[in-house]
Every structure is written in C-alpha cells, then in structure tokens.
Nanobody
Framework: HVQLVESGGDSVQAGGSLRLTCEVPGYTLSGYCVGWFRQAPGKEREGVAA????????NYGAAVKGRFTVSQENDGHTIPLQMDSLLPQDTGMYYC??????????????????WGQGTQVTVS
C-alpha cells in the first residue's frame, strides 16, 4: 500500500485553471494505476482521469476530456492533474487513488484501494 497526498485545490472563477498534484512521499510509483476522482456534495464519486505509471495508457472521463490533462513527472512520485477551462460543475473534493490492477485505465472508484485525503476545488 502507498500513501497519497493531494494538493493544489483552490477557489477560482469559471474559465480559469488549476493544477492539482498527487504525491507519494518517498516512493517511486512504477507499474501502478493512478486515478483522479472527484465528489460533489450529495453526488457519487466520479472518475476524472487515470494513468498507468509504466507509461502508454491515459484515460479521461467524458465530462473533462479536452480540458483536463493527467501526467507523471520524472521524479517518479508526482502525478499532476492540469485543469483548464474550469466550469462550476467541476466543483468538488478531488482525490487521487492508486492500485496495481490489470486493465489500467479504470475510472471506477471500486477498483482502487489506496486513497488520499482530498483537496477542495471550487469554481464560481
């Protein structure tokens, strides 16, 4: 199991940008599926993006495709989520999660077993 720490959440106006980061302190992520998820009050947790840290696979939820970009930094333990053209409906608590699973790219929260505490994004 790995510990994940999210940061970068803030309050922004619609049309703005934010960069969230998911860090795994002291551990090099290799061969993991890492997902970004969000949850608004009263709604189910929704998959935003997923990336395979071994390279070659990235998947996005339909609501964010073309606006959000997930990547992996060369340090081996940071997974940023660049969010552009933000909309009020992007508001929510954003979480990153990790798992070693086959068929990496899942946006189903049930497929992930290590989770961070979340970082709040508010778009008005």
């Amino acid at each position: 199991h790995v510990q994940l720490v999210e940061s970068g959440g803030d309050s922004v106006q619609a049309g703005g940008s934010l960069r969230l980061t998911c860090e795994v302190p002291g551990y090099t992520l290799s061969g993991y599926c890492v997902g970004w998820f969000r949850q608004a009050p009263g709604k189910e947790r929704e998959g935003v993006a997923a990336i395979f840290t071994g390279g070659g696979m990235i998947n996005y939820g339909a609501a964010v495709k073309g606006r959000f970009t997930v990547s992996q930094e060369n340090d081996g333990h940071t997974i940023p989520l660049q969010m552009d053209s933000l909309l009020p409906q992007d508001t929510g608590m954003y979480y990153c999660a990790a798992a070693r699973i086959s068929g990496c790219g899942s946006l189903d929260p049930a497929d992930y077993y290590d989770w961070g505490q979340g970082t709040q994004v508010t778009v008005s």
